[in-house]
């Protein structure tokens, strides 16, 4: 019994007691860890205020900021910090200053600076040229090249449209009423058929939609009529060259063979198929539809089309392949007259892409330092050299990479827009940032002009035209700032006292001027730079194809009326 007491009353004191110990050993583990958080943890209310009461506090310390030494070191940090702040703050605004007005102002000078542009030339040739082909802006004088025999007045009815374009309307009545007074078909002159189609018949035809003026209309259809007579030849292959009066016609003396040259008999469709549409008379169309015929008749070495073909035995001259000079505007206008037949004619849309993939396969390149170019094919051999010509390409394949086959849109686009990157690096890359007449991929260079009669510049467009198609289909901002870059240097190194002139070397320290301001500088080069800086809707693509020459034609199925609802929507 005594043994069970003793038991019972033991225990419950060795219990209470170990109790006693470990609450005290928690109390004092407690004690120890609020003593502890009074020096070690950070300063919860400093961190708290520089997250969600940073200015109060900022103010409160620059109050009294000299109060301690501690108060001291805080106020120098937090002078810093509130001086970081406003600067931030500062940026900020000038940022969204940036943002709101920037664009604007770089467009209104860059309009005025174009305006000013198209303005001086024009004057130039109206003040030194007026009635000439073209203006010698440093002799001061008209200039006359055998292209055109002796039609006169190429600048004008050239700029006519960019005129009307760029609302200088009372300019363009006065180059409406010299086309009325002066412009004379009935010359004893040889001319080249391409050229008159293009510069003449093309800028008379946009004049025309433009204006709605019948004498663009009656002209166009007559000087048409006159060329008709350079497709008397075996195969409908038309001659390069025509006598206008006697209506013989000829080829160059240096064209393989006597051949004709595919840039040439190849760049007719899309003047020829309005041609017919606005005289009603269907031999226009039959010829050039003709040239299609011929065409697909001939075996293609690799899909590729040479440059020379005989129009007597329809035969291939010389295996001489280009994308550049002889070929370039072939290959445009089977894209573009698919474009602008409202995309019915299949035929012009198959012929284009097959090609386009012949070229890529064949010529189509990348250089070691990662440029895209498009080389040139003699016989099956490459000569790794592009022209500034080719340039016009990345324009071409990015204007038609919306209708590629098998998914290859992106492709194209991608293709278009390297090429647009190598023929701004040909700009990039020489004294007076102006692009060579042709540049080399071999012998240690890249888009580099090697030779001393591909140096120079003559005002030609291709590279900004490319500029205005990439910025149309992307609105990447480089390609303003590359035609930007362009500008400045036509205006450092080109315009002179009496208009722009083109320069015989771009690698040379100072301009060595050429003395001729070129028809298509008016017609092509400054309206290409003012549609680059200009709204989409100003001449959208979907409406208008442009000739090669720049000359802006409706698209669609339209009936050649101006009440037609297609073209009322389009002017
Ligand atoms: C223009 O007459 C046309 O663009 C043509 O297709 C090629 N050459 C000149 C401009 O360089």
């Known amino acids: 019994r005594m043994m069970r007491k003793n038991m019972k009353s033991a225990s419950p004191t060795s219990f209470r007691l170990t109790e006693k110990f470990i609450l005290l050993l928690v109390f004092s583990a407690f004690i120890t860890l609020c003593f502890g958080a009074i020096f070690f943890l950070p300063d919860s209310s400093k961190l708290l205020s520089g997250v969600f009461f940073h200015s109060s506090a900022v103010e409160t310390n620059t109050r009294t900021g000299t109060d301690s030494d501690s108060n001291v070191a805080v106020g120098t940090e937090e002078k810093i910090l509130t001086k970081i702040r406003k600067d931030h703050e500062k940026a900020l605004v000038e940022a969204k200053d940036t943002l709101q007005k920037r664009p604007d102002?770089?467009?209104?000078?860059?309009?005025?600076?174009?305006?000013?542009?198209?303005?001086?030339?024009?004057?130039?040739?109206?003040?030194?040229?007026?009635?000439?082909?073209?203006?010698?802006?440093?002799?001061?004088?008209?200039?006359?090249?055998?292209?055109?025999?002796?039609?006169?007045?190429?600048?004008?009815?050239?700029?006519?449209?960019?005129?009307?374009?760029?609302?200088?309307?009372?300019?363009?009545?006065?180059?409406?009423?010299?086309?009325?007074?002066?412009?004379d078909f009935n010359v004893n002159a040889e001319v080249s058929v391409f050229e008159v189609n293009i510069r003449f018949v093309g800028g008379l035809l946009s004049a025309y939609y433009l204006s709605g003026k019948e004498v663009f209309r009656r002209k166009a259809i007559e000087l048409g009529e006159k060329l008709l007579p350079a497709f008397k030849t075996p195969t409908g292959i038309p001659w390069a060259l025509l006598n206008l009066k006697s209506g013989i016609g000829r080829n160059w003396p240096w064209a393989s063979g006597g051949s004709s040259i595919l840039a040439e008999y190849g760049t007719l469709h899309l003047e020829f198929?309005?041609?017919?549409?606005?005289?009603?008379?269907?031999?226009?169309?039959?010829?050039?539809?003709?040239?299609?015929?011929?065409?697909?008749?001939?075996?293609?070495?690799?899909?590729?089309?040479?440059?020379?073909?005989?129009?007597?035995?329809?035969?291939?001259?010389?295996?001489?392949?280009?994308?550049?000079?002889?070929?370039?505007?072939?290959?445009?206008?089977?894209?573009?007259?698919?474009?602008?037949?409202?995309?019915?004619?299949?035929?012009?849309?198959?012929?284009?892409?097959?090609?386009?993939?012949?070229?890529?396969?064949?010529?189509?390149?990348?250089?070691?330092?990662?440029?895209?170019?498009?080389?040139?094919?003699?016989?099956?051999?490459?000569e790794h050299k592009m022209g500034h010509l080719t340039c016009f390409a990345g324009g071409m394949i990015a204007l038609g990479a919306d209708g590629a086959p098998e998914d290859k849109t992106g492709h194209q686009m991608e293709?278009?827009?390297?090429?647009?990157?190598?023929?701004?690096?040909?700009?990039?890359?020489?004294?007076?940032?102006?692009?060579?007449?042709?540049?080399?991929?071999?012998?240690?260079?890249?888009?580099?002009?090697?030779?001393?009669?591909?140096?120079?510049?003559?005002?030609?467009?291709?590279?900004?035209?490319?500029?205005?198609?990439?910025?149309?289909?992307?609105?990447?901002?480089?390609?303003?700032?590359?035609?930007?870059?362009?500008?400045?240097?036509?205006?450092?190194?080109?315009?002179?006292?009496?208009?722009?002139?083109?320069v015989r070397d771009v690698y040379a320290s100072s301009p060595n001027h050429d003395d001729v301001q070129q028809s298509f500088y008016l017609a092509e080069t400054l309206k290409y730079l003012y549609l680059l800086f200009s709204d989409d809707d100003h001449l959208p693509l979907e409406h208008w194809v442009f000739n090669t020459e720049a000359h802006p034609l409706p698209a669609g199925r339209f009936d050649g009326r101006l009440d037609s609802p297609v073209l009322e929507s389009l002017t």
């Not at 849309?349 to 070691?368: C, D, P, W």
């Open 415 to 502: 293709q278009a827009s390297e090429i647009a990157r190598t023929c701004h690096e040909s700009y990039a890359r020489t004294t007076l940032k102006l692009g060579p007449e042709a540049f080399r991929f071999d012998g240690g260079v890249e888009a580099i002009a090697t030779r001393q009669n591909e140096k120079y510049f003559i005002l030609r467009p291709e590279v900004i035209e490319t500029y205005m198609y990439m910025w149309r289909f992307t609105h990447d901002p480089k390609y303003r700032e590359w035609g930007w870059e362009a500008v400045q240097a036509l205006e450092k190194h080109c315009r002179v006292e009496g208009g722009y002139s083109g």
């Open 273 to 382: 198929m309005h041609l017919s549409k606005l005289s009603g008379n269907p031999a226009f169309a039959e010829k050039v539809m003709n040239i299609r015929k011929v065409l697909n008749r001939l075996e293609k070495p690799q899909g590729l089309y040479p440059n020379y073909l005989n129009p007597n035995s329809g035969q291939w001259g010389q295996h001489h392949v280009s994308v550049g000079g002889l070929g370039d505007s072939f290959y445009e206008y089977l894209l573009k007259a698919w474009l602008m037949s409202d995309k019915t004619d299949e035929e012009g849309k198959k012929l284009y892409y097959e090609a386009l993939q012949a070229i890529e396969t064949s010529l189509m390149r990348k250089s070691s330092g990662g440029l895209t170019y498009i080389a040139e094919w003699k016989g099956g051999l490459l």
């Open 105 to 183: 102002e770089i467009k209104q000078d860059i309009q005025d600076e174009k305006d000013k542009m198209m303005t001086f030339a024009w004057d130039s040739y109206k003040r030194y040229a007026w009635g000439s082909n073209e203006l010698r802006p440093v002799s001061k004088q008209g200039h006359s090249s055998n292209l055109f025999g002796s039609i006169k007045g190429a600048t004008i009815v050239d700029a006519l449209d960019t005129l009307y374009i760029m609302e200088m309307f009372e300019d363009f009545d006065m180059a409406t009423e010299w086309v009325e007074k002066n412009l």
